[in-house]
């Protein structure tokens, strides 16, 4: 099982490299080949270094390799290739990584996942078990250059309870006017009456929805590591997340997101919303966890504790998303993630290198066409380092929006 | 099948994402169809999988009872609530899986007004 998964991530990871290296080396050698001839007046040396220059910034832009992947992809789709469906459904991005004061650096993410669920319903609670399938991470092409060396692959089983988030029920005819109203709402869109927006409020008021909330236990067993594996570790464990949605908007509970005031504020002053409004469905949701992490290889634990004994690990996580405004067709959403791992009971040696506690935070604002800006800060398990990563960049998708 | 004022089903998914906040007023019937699970409230792309999951199966479970009981669709045979939320979890957790796609579960589960007319008719 260590071996294998270990052994298909490299061999993943290989094939992604050398598909880049074959197709950039033929397009850096015919660039060379057209350009030499325009430096008239310079010796070999200036030549060279000029474009040895030129060529360096053009093949350090992630967007040359996430255009080369997607040519692939769409190749692969129009063939009918079977690999298409796994390629597709594995979510490639590539980027440049920079951290404090090292280089900047090309690499990629990467994230695949899929689930056999089966469920238990009654009318006022749904139960949901469901087994998952996870691997993710991220990957530098120059590793030391990696502020976010940590990979991921997990098997778990998923117990969800939800309470509430009911729709009151209409009678036929009742349903039917809903209905007609929403047609009268697209008509008057389409006719770019902006009347439409009033009814907006009319309809609303043929939902009427309690409040939801949701509690999930999963049991996980996860294997970790370095993107070079001289790092691994297993780390099966027991995860409790919880959640609220205060859809009811004549309920108090929505009032209680308080993460969302500062963004409800700015959508006010922007004429995103054209009233305070606080958000029901941005509640933002938590995990407390444990682990038991049974270590295989971590030479610096092994130097710092003389073994490689298991350990308990806690962890708590919290996540938050939310509209900042509407510029335009733009909308700029905002989203965060604070991460915390604590190590119980650990070695004097493992608290002196401050290595028993991992806190990380991420916080981006991004834009629905893909531009993106974000803050990262602390470190994951494996990190020896507090890194602090700024990125802005611009997300591509390698998906089948177009299928 | 197309993203189309014609069909309930693309309607009353892009009227349930506008009434859970997923997407704003103004954004138009067209545009909807081709946004990305990733462009949506619930998704955030920063957290773990397993607060993703649990964000999914809210507002699947959300537009469940929408959907039967406000808009009193029903299941297409062989499909169940459980499974109904089930096909909509598993496509809402992934990033690049569009609107249009969602509908197309949603078609495939649900049997709305429009659907039963056109089958009582035929």
């Known amino acids: 099982m260590k071996k294998g998964s270990g052994m298909r991530i490299k061999t993943l990871f290989l094939l992604v490299a050398m598909y880049i290296v074959a197709q950039t080396i033929v397009a850096q050698e015919g660039i ?24 360096k910034k053009i093949f350090s832009n992630p967007d040359l390799y996430n255009d080369l992947f997607r040519n ?22 590539f ?46 092409f120059r590793k030391r250059y990696n502020p976010n060396d940590f990979l991921e692959f997990l ?51 043929y939902i009427s929805v309690t409040d939801q909330f949701a509690l999930g236990i999963k049991g996980k067993f996860a294997f970790e590591s370095n993107q070079d594996f001289s790092k691994k570790q297993f780390a099966p464990g027991l995860l409790i997340t919880g959640g609220a949605k205060g859809w009811n908007k004549h309920e108090a509970l929505r009032y209680f997101n308080i993460l969302d005031y500062p963004f409800a504020l700015i959508r006010l002053i922007t004429g995103t919303d054209k009233k305070f409004t606080v958000y029901g469905a941005t509640f933002p949701s938590m995990l407390f966890g444990i682990d038991y992490v049974i270590p295989q290889d971590d030479t610096t634990r092994k130097r710092l504790t003389g073994d ?37 009971k650990a070695d004097r040696a493992i608290k002196d290198n401050h290595l028993d506690r991992s806190p990380f935070f991420v916080a981006a604002i991004e834009s629905t066409s893909g531009l993106f800006v974000s803050y990262t800060t602390g470190r994951l398990p494996f990190d020896r380092r507090n890194d602090q990563v700024y990125a802005l960049g611009f997300k591509y998708d390698l998906s089948n929006r177009n299928d | ?29 067209e545009d909807a169809g081709s946004m990305v699970m990733e462009d949506l ?5 920063h957290a773990s999988e397993d607060l993703r999951r649990q964000e999914a199966i809210i507002l699947a479970s959300r537009f469940d009872s929408q959907f039967i009981k406000a808009h009193r669709a029903r299941y297409e045979k062989d499909v169940s609530r459980p499974g109904s939320i089930a096909a909509m979890t598993e496509l809402m957790m992934q990033a690049e899986k569009t609107v249009e796609e969602l509908s197309d579960i949603i078609d495939a589960c649900y049997k709305f007004r429009d659907e039963k007319r056109k089958r009582n008719e035929n």
């Open chain 1, 32 to 55: 060379l080949d057209d350009l030499r001839p325009r430096f008239v007046g310079l010796t070999k040396p200036q030549t060279d270094s000029l474009l040895k220059e030129g060529i």
């Open chain 1, 72 to 93: 692939h992809v769409e190749k692969l789709k129009s063939s009918g290739d079977r690999r298409y469906t796994f390629i597709r459904d594995l979510n490639l991005n």
């Open chain 1, 95 to 140: 980027k440049s990584f920079q951290s404090d004061t090292l280089p900047v650096s090309l690499g990629f993410d990467y994230n695949y996942s899929n689930s056999w669920v089966k469920s238990r319903i009654n009318e006022s609670s749904t139960f949901m078990q469901s087994y998952n399938l996870l691997f993710k991470g991220n990957v530098a």
């Open chain 1, 155 to 205: 098997i778990a089983f998923d117990n969800s309870f939800l309470w509430g988030g009911q729709v009151a029920e209409l009678d036929e005819e009742t349903s039917i006017k809903m209905e007609e109203l929403q047609d009268t709402i697209l008509e008057r869109r389409q006719r770019k009456d902006p009347s439409f927006l009033a009814l907006y409020d009319e309809l609303a008021g």
């Open chain 1, 308 to 344: 490689l004994d298991a350990y308990s690990r806690l962890r708590f996580e919290i996540g938050f998303k939310t509209r900042v405004a509407r510029i335009g067709r733009e909308v700029l959403h905002f989203s965060s993630d604070f991460r915390w791992y604590k190590e119980l």
């Open chain 2, 1 to 29: 099948m197309a993203w189309t004022t014609d069909k309930r089903v693309c309607k009353a998914l892009y009227f349930a994402l506008q009434g859970t906040d997923q997407i704003d007023l103004l954004t138009e019937f």
């Open chain 2, 41 to 45: 409230l619930f998704f955030n792309s």
